[in-house]
């Protein structure tokens, strides 16, 4: 019996301690590289040298203090952080797990269109569709967009001589984040010297990240897709948006939940060939229907 008051009294503060260590992670990860991130650097250090000196000192009215003002304190964080605030709560209903399908075929039609698009007149494109890891840590700079998703939209921003036509483009739910961006390339050896560098970057952000990236060959107009570390090219439309609709829309909720615990706490896929050459067909769908 005291054995079991004991354990009783061991979990509850451990699973406590677990909780506060996770959720400071989270929130520190979630504000690295913000605005108000040297904010709350200064904050907590002022915090934390009060608290020491009225320990060291014993100076009890300034600990009074602290502990008086600790809900000012908290509001004062509510409206530093407003904007920060906004955006992680905005981020979390835009995660796969709250998208419905039907906003998630939406995207995918625009995407399939877009692409269609382009390939008929040979515009290179580098689209990535960001999933439950954020991307702004994988990419190196990238022009804030946040703008609905469309293929004229979309087909303006890879336009030859457009000022951010090079590089990749973000899209987070129905919504293009960000363009310009400057994606991670790979680093594999065994890959075939006449792929270029949109293709290494598009495998290198599917190894760092779960986003699913559509590539759009210049050269020859062919679409291929990554995930995963893997790249498939010479894809048709129709091979495109069953491959999408089968990683993006929700079949069954347990089944996103897993995958988005895998890409959370870092489960890699197994190594395989990184680049998969299918044939070549042209693009000569246009449907826009489900």
């Known amino acids: 019996m005291p054995d079991q008051i004991y354990i009783q009294d061991l979990w509850r503060p451990a699973l406590e301690i677990l909780i506060l260590a996770v959720g400071i992670y989270y929130t520190s990860r979630f504000l690295r590289g913000t605005r108000g991130w040297p904010v709350v650097i200064g904050f907590v250090v002022v915090l934390l040298a009060l608290a020491l000196v009225t320990t060291l000192l014993k100076l009890q009215v300034l600990r009074w203090l602290l502990g008086t003002f600790s809900a000012f304190f908290a509001v004062a964080v509510l409206i530093i952080f407003q904007p920060e605030l906004r955006r992680m709560l905005a981020e979390l209903g835009n995660l796969p797990l709250f998208a419905s399908a039907h906003e998630q075929r939406e995207s995918i039609e625009v995407i399939i269109q877009t692409v269609e698009r382009l390939a008929e007149v040979k515009i290179g494109a580098l689209i990535a569709i960001e999933q439950s890891i954020q991307l702004q840590e994988a990419v190196e700079s990238g022009v804030p967009v946040d703008c609905e998703a469309t293929p004229e939209m979309l087909e303006t921003i890879f336009f030859p001589n457009n000022a951010i036509h090079d590089g990749g483009v973000i899209i987070k739910g129905d919504r293009i984040a960000y363009a310009a961006c400057i994606f991670p390339l790979t680093q594999r050896q065994d890959l075939n010297k006449s792929l270029g560098t949109r293709h290494r970057a598009a495998i290198g952000l599917s190894e760092e990240t779960d986003a699913v990236i559509v590539v759009v060959s210049e050269e020859t107009g062919m679409i291929s897709h990554a995930y995963k570390g893997q790249l498939v090219r010479g894809v048709s439309l129709e091979e495109l948006r069953a491959f999408l609709t089968s990683l993006l829309v929700q079949p069954a909720k347990s ?25 070549e067909p042209r693009p000569a769908l246009k449907q826009t229907g489900h």
């Open 255 to 279: 089944r996103r939940g897993v995958e988005w615990l895998r890409a959370r706490f870092g489960e890699r896929p197994k190594p395989g060939p990184a680049v998969i050459t299918q044939n």
